[in-house]
């Protein structure tokens, strides 16, 4: 499983991005897709999270009502789109994939496939 995240940068805070992972030689409507973060000094934790089944999705409290996860079926990718940025939304993020049922609401040791991160920097 190849997955390549992308769309990091730099922005001021109240500004926005858009991330995508997207995966070459297998479709991801299969698979359960989340985003991750991991800030400097933290602990890597989940953001949001589409599921497999019914492409339903988890979002953090954190980034409730400013990140939305969603699939992009013409490029075989899911997107994160970030409104609203905060410096405390800095980090490398990171998609990954899992069959689990449990995939988003679960361990992340049920993502079984990581891409190789993009950092986000949320300053002026």
């Known amino acids: 499983v190849q997955l390549q995240a992308s769309g990091g940068g730099l922005v001021q805070p109240g500004g926005s991005l858009r991330l995508s992972c997207a995966a070459s030689e297998f479709s991801l409507r299969g698979y359960s897709v989340g985003w991750f973060r991991q800030a400097p000094g933290k602990e890597r934790e989940r953001v949001s999270c589409?599921?497999?089944?019914?492409?339903?999705?988890t979002t953090a409290d954190s980034v409730k009502g400013r990140f939305t996860i969603s699939r992009n079926s013409a490029k075989n990718a899911v997107d994160l789109q970030m409104n609203s940025l905060k410096p405390e939304d800095t980090a490398v993020y990171y998609c990954?994939?899992?069959?689990?049922?449990?995939?988003?609401?679960?361990?992340?040791?049920?993502?079984?496939?990581w891409g190789q991160g993009t950092l986000v920097t949320v300053s002026s």
């Open positions: 990954a994939t899992s069959r689990s049922i449990y995939a988003c609401s679960g361990s992340q040791s049920n993502f079984a496939s």
């Open positions: 589409i599921r497999a089944s019914d492409s339903s999705t």
